[in-house]
Every structure is written in structure tokens, then in C-alpha cells.
């Protein structure tokens, strides 16, 4: 593996927490590559410009993974086969994402103004290995340099923006290691509705058990959004 970057090293220190950690238990886990010969974030930047028509505002660089692959599922309880809150999440090669069919067939029911939004899609995270639903998408438009709009599905709850964009997503994610639910901390979404009891339930435990399992963290935005939501 070639030298990471320092983005790089702290989704590397991500998984080692999730790994190290006596009390979660991880059903699965992966990190595939850097390899020593992968593009650097300038280089493919410009191939999505180039040949994608894709031009992604040079900010995101900072955050931009080289891995060919990168997840975790977990879970938090005595019991591994019923937690008290668990997660997954499985993220994908930034041209891999952007180079996807858009998630139409996801959507059957959208009006007219939603599949606007849903040929836009393109997923770049989600939940294939314990198969909850829950997937991440980039809004990807060609023309033009843009910081692509993140949004989130939970089928049959539909799907929603978030406030944050992609870099902001990645920090939120190495924070909350994928718990089920997260992103709805940044949505407009009341978390007091009964559709999202379990959701709450989830988030509120991670929230009382993560600070102290990893203290390197700052939870208290995460808190504060997730009482503005109860």
C-alpha cells in the first residue's frame, strides 16, 4: 500500500477504533488499497472533468479516499444478535459513485419533481451487508464547478437532503461510525414521529455510549442536534 494521506490515515484510525473496541461487536470490515500506483485527488478531479463532464468544486480534494473499498457493520449489546444499536456503512470509489446509473427504478412512486432529483443520484454509500435500506447519494450535475447536494433514502420513509456536503458527511461518519440513522441528524425530520421511534432509540444510545468509548471524539454537536429534533 502505498503512503496514505492524512485523510487517508484517519479513516484508517476509524476502522482500528471499530476493530479495538471490546464492545462492539464487528461482523465485518474492509479496506482495500491505496494502491501505490492510485491517482492522487488532483489527477482525478480533472478526469471527471475531463471525461465525465463532472466538475467538483476543488474543496472536496481534501477530503477525497483513494480506497477501492472501505466499510464496517457493527453492533452495541451483550447480545450480538439483538444490539441495542448497531451500523454499517460501505463507501464507495469517489468514480465509481459518480460514474453509476442514477437509482430510478429505487423510486417508483416519485412525482414529477423528485425523479428531476432521483436522475441526478448517484449512490456512494450504503448498507448491502445487512441489507437495512439506508443509502447516500451525491446529486451530480455537469456544467459547471459544483459541491454536490448529499442525499439520504430510507426506503419506505422516502428520501431527504442533508445539510452537509461531502466532506462534511465523511467527518459526521467517521464520528458516529456508521450508526443507523445518523443522517437524519442533518435533516428537517422530527425524530419525535412514530415512523422514526427506532431511529431515535438508536441515535439517543449512541449518544450516551460513544463519548465514552471514544473520547478522542466531540459528540456534543451531534447531541445538540439530535434534542432539537426529539
Same mark, same amino acid.
Given at each position: 500500500?502505498?503512503?496514505?494521506?492524512?485523510?487517508?490515515?484517519?479513516?484508517?484510525?476509524? $476502522?482500528?477504533?471499530?476493530?479495538?473496541?471490546?464492545?462492539?461487536? @464487528?461482523?465485518?470490515?474492509?479496506?482495500?488499497?491505496?494502491?501505490?500506483?492510485?491517482?492522487?485527488?488532483?489527477?482525478?478531479?480533472?478526469?471527471?472533468?475531463?471525461?465525465?463532464?463532472?466538475?467538483?468544486?476543488?474543496?472536496?480534494?481534501?477530503?477525497?479516499?483513494?480506497?477501492?473499498?472501505?466499510?464496517?457493520?457493527?453492533?452495541?449489546? *451483550?447480545?450480538?444478535?439483538?444490539?441495542?444499536?448497531?451500523?454499517?456503512?460501505?463507501?464507495?470509489?469517489?468514480?465509481?459513485?459518480?460514474?453509476?446509473?442514477?437509482?430510478?427504478?429505487?423510486?417508483?412512486?416519485? &412525482?414529477?419533481?423528485?425523479?428531476?432529483? @432521483?436522475?441526478?443520484?448517484?449512490?456512494?454509500?450504503?448498507?448491502?451487508?445487512?441489507?437495512?435500506?439506508?443509502?447516500? &447519494?451525491?446529486?451530480?450535475?455537469?456544467?459547471?464547478?459544483?459541491?454536490?447536494?448529499?442525499?439520504?433514502?430510507?426506503?419506505?420513509?422516502?428520501?431527504?437532503?442533508?445539510?452537509?456536503?461531502?466532506?462534511?458527511?465523511?467527518?459526521?461518519?467517521?464520528?458516529?461510525?456508521?450508526?443507523?440513522?445518523?443522517?437524519?441528524?442533518?435533516?428537517?425530520?422530527?425524530?419525535?414521529?412514530?415512523?422514526?421511534?427506532?431511529?431515535? *432509540?438508536?441515535?439517543?444510545?449512541?449518544?450516551?455510549?460513544?463519548?465514552? $468509548?471514544?473520547?478522542?471524539?466531540?459528540?456534543?454537536?451531534?447531541?445538540?442536534?439530535?434534542?432539537?429534533?426529539?
Amino acid at each position: 500500500m502505498t503512503n496514505p494521506t492524512p485523510n487517508e490515515q484517519r479513516w484508517i484510525a476509524a $476502522l482500528d477504533e471499530l476493530r479495538n473496541c471490546a464492545d462492539l461487536h @464487528v461482523t465485518r470490515d474492509h479496506q482495500d488499497g491505496p494502491d501505490t500506483d492510485a491517482p492522487d485527488a488532483r489527477s482525478v478531479f480533472g478526469t471527471l472533468a475531463e471525461q465525465d463532464g463532472v466538475a467538483l468544486a476543488p474543496a472536496l480534494q481534501a477530503c477525497y479516499l483513494r480506497f477501492d473499498g472501505l466499510g464496517a457493520c457493527w453492533g452495541f449489546g *451483550e447480545e450480538e444478535s439483538d444490539p441495542l444499536f448497531a451500523g454499517e456503512f460501505n463507501l464507495l470509489p469517489l468514480v465509481q459513485a459518480v460514474r453509476q446509473q442514477p437509482p430510478i427504478e429505487r423510486y417508483p412512486y416519485a &412525482s414529477p419533481p423528485q425523479q428531476e432529483i @432521483v436522475a441526478e443520484l448517484r449512490d456512494f454509500d450504503g448498507t448491502p451487508m445487512t441489507g437495512a435500506g439506508h443509502v447516500t &447519494s451525491l446529486r451530480i450535475k455537469r456544467g459547471g464547478v459544483h459541491n454536490p447536494e448529499i442525499w439520504f433514502s430510507d426506503n419506505p420513509l422516502g428520501f431527504h437532503r442533508l445539510d452537509i456536503d461531502l466532506c462534511g458527511y465523511l467527518d459526521a461518519l467517521r464520528v458516529t461510525k456508521g450508526t443507523f440513522g445518523w443522517q437524519y441528524l442533518f435533516t428537517d425530520v422530527s425524530l419525535a414521529d412514530e415512523n422514526y421511534e427506532v431511529t431515535a *432509540e438508536f441515535l439517543t444510545e449512541m449518544l450516551d455510549v460513544f463519548p465514552e $468509548l471514544f473520547p478522542q471524539h466531540d459528540y456534543a454537536p451531534l447531541r445538540a442536534r439530535l434534542e432539537a429534533r426529539l
